[in-house]
């Protein structure tokens, strides 16, 4: 291992390094982590009906949808990138980071699920300006959502059933679960994502 590969990144170095590479990494304890490739066409379908969604709920208003070409400081230097999420701060159009995200959204997948709802899930409470995370279970109509409330406590609430809706409270919107498995052919098993 080189002494560049060996000493921790500061969050600049990262981004800079990151551009000219294929694939999506993020900046885990000082040190670039590729992440796994390989969603499936469920997956990708989910995050197109929400990311439609969202800009269709939030036009006209305070608050940008984005993709995982945006990342998020969850801790002082560390990066994620999290499957969607609305950002209300200022826009850059060369920026990479999220400058005041509101909203994360993860899709769970085979190859993410534990470490979504262990690891992630604490640094995403972590972000001063989150006020909810949505966990989407792309093998049936289900939502976790993680709401801040005004006390600065999480309050995690399940939903299930096309019949439902995800509030977002912070962006005064709701997410029809209708419309966020839009098309969708849920799978009978084995679950995959």
């Not at 850059?92 to 993860?106: H, M």
């Not at 262990?118 to 709401?147: D, H, M, Q």
């Not at 995800?166 to 969708?184: Q, R, S, Y």
């Amino acid at each position: 291992m080189s002494q560049a590969a060996a000493r921790h990144w500061s969050v600049e170095e990262f981004l800079a390094w990151q551009l000219d590479r294929p694939g999506r990494f993020e900046l885990v304890g000082g040190f670039p982590v590729e992440l796994p490739e390989g969603e499936t066409a469920l997956h990708d379908r989910i995050l197109v009906n929400l990311i439609g969604e969202l800009g269709t709920r939030l036009s006209g208003r305070n608050g940008h949808p984005f993709t995982k070409g945006l990342c998020i400081e969850t801790l002082p230097g560390q990066i994620r990138r999290p499957d969607a999420g609305v950002d209300c701060g200022p826009r850059d159009p060369d920026g990479l980071i999220a400058s005041e995200p509101v909203l994360v959204v993860e899709v769970f997948s085979p190859t993410t699920r534990d470490f979504d709802t262990a690891g992630k899930l604490a640094e995403y409470k972590a972000v001063a300006s989150l006020r909810t995370i949505l966990y989407v279970e792309p093998n049936r109509p289900e939502v976790f959502v993680f709401e801040r409330n005004e006390d600065g406590e999480w309050i995690e609430s399940r939903l299930a059933g096309m019949d439902t809706a995800a509030a977002v409270p912070a962006l005064g919107i709701e997410l029809p679960l209708a419309e966020i498995f839009e098309g969708v052919e849920f799978p009978t098993g084995p679950y995959l994502a």
